[in-house]
């Protein structure tokens, strides 16, 4: 009888103890889930100390005759140092040229992919700057303040045609939950990222599954119970057309050896009201969700193409062709999609980038310019050296295209995290910079002053020409910010010029290649490249 008691006891326990975990810490039962195996380890490891308990309390005098406790911890021990030998087998060093291949580049044409805006379409709200404006609205609203609070999420999304951010509102507190569970959540925070105008959006039915609710409503667990085995991705609030919310859940899989290479393979959609889901294949996503592949997610995949496309030696040593994305990113709205922006920069990391990439989050659809500009962060200190006596801080440039240029845009916020004014910096040449105090006033005047339609306008004046010959030498030299091409024709005495935003070719251009160039006669022996056909 004591022999039975010493093992049903601590077995009853074990299972007590698996099952209440798991029901917090809701890893997905699937080997390729990390925590899955940290989770497995760890419950065989209490499990044996519950079953050596019994013995250990009697001292030498052994009530239970069995050594399951220690089939246990060796159990236990060959589950960590399997999942240790998979990690290690999963890393770049074995398999650098899957890890390159988890995204795919195409080229672009920047004029033709991005279309130019007005002064009345440019986003000016950050997320900092949004998450203020939500917090002051819901300030003003005393009978929600008391209860409810703004979650963090500030979703960027396109909505009715607009780039917004979308956050719904939040229990305040346990009691504030058991308050208001049985209502649910009435409202989400909607924030014009155009003009700042911020509005408190009513749905159809309240919200009754979120990131802030308790036990079954709580969105992870319920789905967890419903897809115990997925690997899910972040959980990102989106509203349809209609204003419906749902959460939007990718679907992780890991793609090399058995840790690596995290992708999504689906995605489960959640009505937040409702409590219905669906998954569905990445190609089945209706056109109004914006954000499939999250950004962590996208720009990691970015960089092991950049490190690894030349395999993982020279990823180290030689380094040849080693390309990084830089120190942030921001999002650009395009159609009806959000794209991930962000500049991709040799590894040694200098001021310049040899181009930039934009990234459908819905469908990782990546496409690269070759557009040698400024770093985002050297346009910043531009911006802000423009007015360095006030003290501003710049937002992290957007890319715009003005007068077919790649244009940086950025505000300048005081301490006080509110926008003073506005910036626009040409990307090729960061010390080209425009201040205004409205955007209208600062897209005006880049557009009539800034360098785009000065060189346009003289070169209207001048009669072109037009030429078709063999490349016998080429070279390149940045000045003050700018790259400009020197190039030596088949047949021709004069040197040819171009600076980096007369074409995307130009850095591929090479020694045999034909072209044709249309040009205008400048100074002696120097003739400026207008175009390249």
């Known amino acids: 009888m004591k022999n039975s008691r010493g093992i049903i006891v601590p077995a009853i326990l074990w299972a007590a103890l698996i099952l209440i975990s798991y029901y917090f810490v809701l890893v997905p039962i699937n080997i390729q889930s990390g925590g899955f195996w940290i989770y497995v380890s760890t419950m065989l490891l209490l499990g044996a100390g519950l079953f050596m308990l019994p013995q250990v309390a009697v001292q030498k005098k052994m009530i239970v005759k069995n050594q399951l406790w220690s089939y246990l911890l060796i159990l236990s021990v060959l589950v960590i140092a399997a999942g240790g030998i998979m990690v290690i087998y999963s890393m770049p060093i074995f398999h650098a040229q899957q890890y390159a ?94 003009n700042g105008e911020v509005t408190l959006e009513k749905p159809n039915q309240n919200i009754m599954y979120s990131e802030s609710e308790r036990f079954g409503s709580y969105a992870k667990r319920y789905l967890r119970f419903k897809y115990p085995t997925n690997i899910f991705g972040d959980f990102s609030f989106e509203v349809d057309d209609q204003g419906t919310p749902y959460w939007i859940v990718a679907v992780h899989v890991k793609k090399i050896g058995l840790f690596g290479g995290a992708d999504v393979k689906e995605v489960i959609m959640l009505n937040a009201s409702t409590g219905e889901y669906q998954k569905m294949g990445i190609e089945e996503v209706p056109s109004w969700v914006d954000t499939v592949f999250g950004s962590e997610l996208v720009i990691k995949q970015v960089n092991y193409n950049g490190k690894y496309q030349g395999g993982f030696i020279n990823s180290i040593f030689g380094q040849k062709g080693v390309l990084a994305t830089t120190d942030g990113y921001n999002y650009l709205a395009i159609n009806d999609d959000v794209y991930l922006y962000t500049g991709i920069t040799s590894v040694v990391r200098d001021e310049s980038n040899i181009g930039f990439i934009l990234v459908n989050l819905r469908t990782k659809e990546t496409t690269f310019y070759s557009i040698p500009s400024a770093e985002e962060y050297s346009a910043m200190d531009s911006a802000q050296g423009a007015v360095q006596e006030k003290g501003y801080v710049s937002t992290f440039p957007i890319l715009l ?27 090729a040449d960061y010390q080209k910079v425009v201040i205004g105090v409205t955007v209208e006033e600062t897209v005006s005047e880049f557009t009539n002053k800034g360098i785009a339609k000065t060189e346009k306008e003289e070169y209207d004046l001048k009669e072109q020409f037009e030429l078709t010959a063999k490349i016998t030498d080429i070279q390149n030299l940045v000045i003050e910010g700018n790259t400009y091409y020197y190039i030596l024709l088949e047949g021709q005495e004069d040197i040819f010029t171009a600076n980096i935003s007369k074409s995307e070719r130009l850095p591929f251009l090479k020694i045999g290649d034909v072209i044709r160039v249309k040009y205008i006669e400048d100074k002696a022996k120097v003739n400026n490249i207008v175009k390249i056909i």
Request: charged share 25%; net charge neutral; aromatic share 10%.
């Open 101 to 194: 291949k988890l995204i795919e580049k195409q080229e672009g044409s920047f004029t033709e992919d991005v279309t130019e805006i007005t002064f009345d379409q440019v986003p000016t709200v950050d997320r900092d700057t949004a998450q203020r404006l939500g917090d002051r609205k819901m300030g003003e609203i005393v009978e929600l303040v008391s209860q409810f609070s703004v979650a963090p999420d500030y979703t960027q999304i396109n909505y009715q045609g607009k780039p917004v951010r979308v956050s719904p509102l939040e229990y305040a507190g346990f009691f504030k939950w058991l308050n208001n569970k049985k209502a649910g959540i009435p409202n989400y925070i909607v924030v014009n990222m155009i």
């Open 401 to 427: 295209n003005i007068n077919g240029k790649p244009t940086y845009f950025m505000s300048l916020k005081d301490n006080a995290g509110l926008i003073k004014l506005y910036a626009l910096v040409d990307a």
